[in-house]
DNA sequence: TTAAAGCATGAATAATCTATGAAAGATATT
DNA sequence: AATATCTTTCATAGATTATTCATGCTTTAA
């Protein structure tokens, strides 16, 4: 990975002692730094903040640490996203356990920052050498009219696959919605302008929802990353 | 087996809990993971989802595990598909057995990662070994105009034999209705949309459901294995 | 800050497509 | 010519896809 590179963190803890302890320790390492405080505060920042690790207390009003994570797994956009619970030593651990989410490490409370640190870079580290952090490749076979996204196929209909296809034919370029409807459906049919939305939503549904960007006014682009 | 391949589960059970419990840890094993909730959606997953290993919850609504074991092992198509049946401690295991479906394992509940996973493992390792996993094979010899599946003969009329030899000869290829017309019929004859279909499903009945696929609104491929 | 425009989203409806059973029309075979 | 086999059509049912609609959110511009 690039040496300049900053890891992103977010802390997700409704305790404030506890996050700025980790948001100070941290940022000193050189870390990108963001808290909230609550579990739907967490899955909000997500939108527009996507960190390499997340740190989430387990105990949580709003909605626990256990059910983000889930949020987070059952998520296509955060395939490679390492989570960490903090868990009080005295929490009923297998409980936590039983309910297995997916988190790839637990962090005891109370927090000993040198402890913290070194855990944190090995998670990174991990992150580094993991081979399914490959870049998010999504490749369109239009012969075999099949779509992969890392290898796995994602099953599409029709228009939702003629969509796609046009709109990854030139990523990053900006498609009107004149261009997808001459494209996509040709000169015969008309359809309402709702249903480009209602078709990209599908495909956002399918292939997560940092892949198709929206130009307000304008259209919509495959970004490429 | 090529040591790339990546075996395919399929997990059916109601609770979203034992679903995620279950594809967590399969999918860290490095396997692929498929999960659907009851019976009746197990059975449309494997029309386009073959996998290796079928996990079953016994008790389920809509349509428990005992039946959708017999269905599987009554269809042409899952000839060496594992079963394994997830049962409660609790359950009355006589009358599983009563009704044997051809399970090949049964797994207890509650489930115990490490214990799960290296049953899995031995299952996956049996099926490496029977004989019986000989790919499907299938071959076309249009000069002596005969099909072999598995070294024997399968007769086929005229245009059953030219549709299924075009199609086999791009696998993974989808053909448009429209290519099929002007391969199998030829510009002189022309017949209505359905007649395909019609050919397409004798060819299914002979061959098996699992090796010609459909891509709705577009045409049919065979699928490579 | 408010109003307007544009988009996202959930749910309902409509349209499309294919599978299937059965039967009629061809073609070849005896 | 009679029979059997193959090909095609047709009607129906079932499922999937495509589209619309109503509502609410977010951004933009005044």
């Not at 300049?4 to 506890?18: C, R, T």
């Not at 505060?41 to 740190?55: G, R, S």
């Amino acid at each position: 990975m690039n040496p300049d590179y900053k890891y992103k963190i977010l802390v997700v803890d409704d305790e404030e002692d506890i996050r700025t302890i980790l948001e100070f320790n941290l940022k000193k390492e050189g870390y990108i730094v963001k808290t909230v405080e609550n579990g739907v505060e967490a899955l909000k920042k997500l939108k527009t903040f996507v960190p390499d690790l997340v740190i989430l207390d387990v105990m949580m009003p709003e909605m626990d640490g256990i059910e983000v994570c889930r949020e987070i797994r059952q998520s296509n956009d955060f395939k490679n996203l390492i989570v960490a619970f903090l868990t009080a030593r005295t929490e009923d651990y297998s409980q936590i356990a039983g309910f297995d989410a997916g988190a790839d490490a637990y962090i005891e409370k109370p927090i000993r920052p040198r402890l913290l640190l070194s855990r944190v870079k090995a998670l990174l580290r991990r992150k580094d050498l993991n081979p399914t952090n490959q870049k998010q490749s999504i490749q369109v076979d239009r012969e075999k009219y099949m779509v992969f996204q890392n290898d796995e196929e994602v099953v599409l209909p029709k228009k939702e696959f003629e969509l796609l296809s046009l709109l990854i034919s030139r990523p990053g370029i900006v498609f009107t919605r004149e261009m997808i409807f001459d494209e996509v459906w040709g000169n015969e049919t008309i359809v309402g302008d709702r249903t480009i939305d209602v078709h990209i939503r599908k495909l956002r549904e399918k292939i997560g929802d940092n892949r198709i960007k929206t130009v307000k006014g304008v259209g919509y682009k495959f970004e490429e990353i």
